[in-house]
């Protein structure tokens, strides 16, 4: 079966930069697109970025974009979400999922990881 884990959280500085990674396994990144999403507490999951199966498409949601840049490595077989000019708003655990269908962003996501803890402060 197809599994996620997530890596790369911690602890920042506002205006410093992070690089979350997803290595799927069982299957390889290049039959689906995928995304990002984090949740922070008393929050709503938001979907941050996502990216076709063939790894050029994307789509970021208004509150990163252009600050954080989805990327895949199909040799790796991993997704990397790299993040910079952080602030204490991108504050959350982030988690990468696998979805079956793009149309103008990815979705009907299937399997998730268990989440990175981002945490940016002042």
């Known amino acids: 079966r197809v599994q996620l884990v997530e890596s790369g959280g911690g602890s920042v500085q506002a205006g410093e930069s992070l690089r979350l990674s997803c290595v799927v396994s069982?299957?390889?990144?290049?039959?689906?697109?995928m995304g990002w999403f984090r949740q922070a507490p008393g929050k709503e999951r938001e979907e941050v970025a996502s990216?076709?199966?063939?790894?050029?498409?994307?789509f970021y949601a208004d509150s990163v974009k252009g600050r954080f840049t989805i990327s895949k490595d199909f040799g790796k077989n991993t997704l990397y979400l790299q993040m910079s000019a952080l602030n204490p708003d991108d504050s959350a655990v982030y988690s990468c999922?696998?979805?079956?269908?793009?149309?103008?962003?990815?979705?009907?996501?299937?399997?998730w990881g268990q989440g990175t803890q981002v945490t940016v402060s002042s």
């Open positions: 990216i076709r199966h063939n790894g050029v498409d994307t």
């Open positions: 999922a696998i979805g079956e269908v793009w149309t103008g962003n990815c979705h009907t996501y299937t399997v």
């Open positions: 069982g299957d390889t990144i290049s039959n689906y697109c």
